[in-house]
C-alpha cells in the first residue's frame, strides 16, 4: 500500500504542477516505463530522485517531503525480505512479489497448472524441475524458500486477504509429481478452501467451452488506487493498468459464473481423491 499510495500522491503532484510524464522522465534522465510504474506503484525511486522529483514539481512543504520520502522508505523495508534473493528471481517475479504484499484481494485464473500460492513444497519442486530453460538446484532451492514466505506471509493471521482461485479441471487431473505427490496436492487444495477468506472453484471439462481465452491471469486488488493485472507470457510476466485490467474483471466474472461453486467443488475434489486411494 505504501508503494501505490507514494505512486497516487506523485502523480497528483506532478498534475497539479502542470507537468507531464514526459517532463518528469526528461528531467530525472530515466525511460517512460520506469517512471509509470513508479506512478502505478510498481516502481521505485531512490531517496535523490524522489528530492530532485519534488524539486522539479515545485514541492517546498517539509512535512510534505517528510511524509513522501517516509512511504517510500517503508515500502523499501517490506521488499526486503526477499531482496537477497534478487539475482534469480525475474523482475515480473519481483513485480508480483510486491504487489501480493500490497494486496487487499487476489483475483487468480488458471487453465493448466495449480497456482503458486496453493502450491506444496513437493509439486512445486516437480513444476520447477520442469521449467524450460531449465533451472539448476541452487536455483530451484531458492525459489522454493520464496514460495514457501510468499505464502506464509499472504494467509498470516495477523493478514486478511481475500483470494478467490478458479482452475480449469485440468489443473487438479494432472497427476504431477506422481500419484503421492498430487494426492497430497489435492488434499491442500481442499483443506485450504476451508479458510473463510479463500474461495476456490472448478470448471469442470463436461462444463464445455468456458467464456474466456486466457490461458490464465491474476488480478490484484488494492485499498487505494485501481487494480492490477498480471498474465504470464514464455518471455515474462506482462501487466496492466486502468481501462485494461476491466477486460480481465470482465473474464474473471464470467468464468465465476460458469465454474462450480465452493462446496461443489470441495466435493469433485474429495470424490476424485477418494477414488484414487
Known amino acids: 500500500m505504501r508503494r501505490r499510495q507514494l ?8 498534475e497539479a504542477a502542470g507537468k507531464s510524464r514526459q517532463d ?17 506503484g ?5 531517496a535523490a530522485q524522489l528530492s530532485d522529483l519534488l524539486d ?18 517503508d515500502a523499501r523495508r517490506r521488499d526486503s525480505w526477499f531482496a537477497r534473493y534478487n539475482a534469480i528471481l525475474p523482475e515480473g517475479y519481483k513485480t508480483v512479489i510486491a504487489m501480493e504484499t500490497e494486496a487487499t484481494g487476489i483475483l487468480d485464473f488458471n487453465s493448466v497448472i495449480v ?33 514457501r514466505e510468499r505464502q506464509d506471509r499472504i494467509f498470516a493471521q495477523d493478514r486478511f486477504v481475500t483470494l478467490h482461485f478458479i482452475l ?13 505427490v498430487w494426492l497430497g496436492q489435492l488434499q491442500h487444495i481442499a483443506d485450504m478452501s476451508d ?8 470448471l469442470q471439462h463436461r462444463s464445455g467451452v468456458y467464456p474466456t481465452t486466457l490461458g490464465g491471469f491474476t488480478i490484484f486488488e488494492f485499498a487505494q488506487g485501481g487494480p492490477h493485472g498480471c498474465t504470464e507470457l514464455p518471455t515474462g510476466d506482462l501487466f496492466v493498468d486502468g481501462d485494461d485490467v476491466g ?9 465465476r459464473t460458469a465454474a462450480l461453486p465452493p462446496t461443489q467443488t470441495r466435493s469433485v475434489i474429495e470424490e476424485l481423491i477418494n477414488t484414487t486411494q
Open 42 to 46: 510498481r516502481g521505485k525511486l531512490e
Open 7 to 14: 505512486g497516487v500522491e506523485l502523480k497528483t503532484l506532478r
Open 168 to 180: 480449469d479441471e485440468a489443473c487438479i487431473a494432472r497427476q504431477v509429481g506422481g500419484r503421492d
Open 195 to 202: 479458510r473463510r477468506n479463500i474461495v476456490i472453484q472448478i
Open 115 to 147: 497456482p503458486g500460492l496453493l502450491q506444496t513444497p513437493a509439486f512445486a519442486t516437480t513444476v520447477m524441475q520442469a521449467a524450460l530453460p531449465p533451472l539448476d538446484p541452487q536455483t530451484i532451492d531458492a525459489r522454493l524458500t520464496v514460495r
Open 56 to 73: 522539479f514539481l515545485g514541492v517546498k512543504d517539509e512535512e510534505i517531503r517528510r511524509r513522501l520520502d517516509k512511504l517510500r522508505a
Open 247 to 255: 477486460v480481465f474483471m470482465l473474464h474473471f466474472n464470467a468464468l
Open 24 to 40: 518528469v522522465v526528461a528531467h530525472l534522465g530515466i525511460t517512460e516505463s520506469r517512471y509509470t510504474h513508479v506512478e502505478n
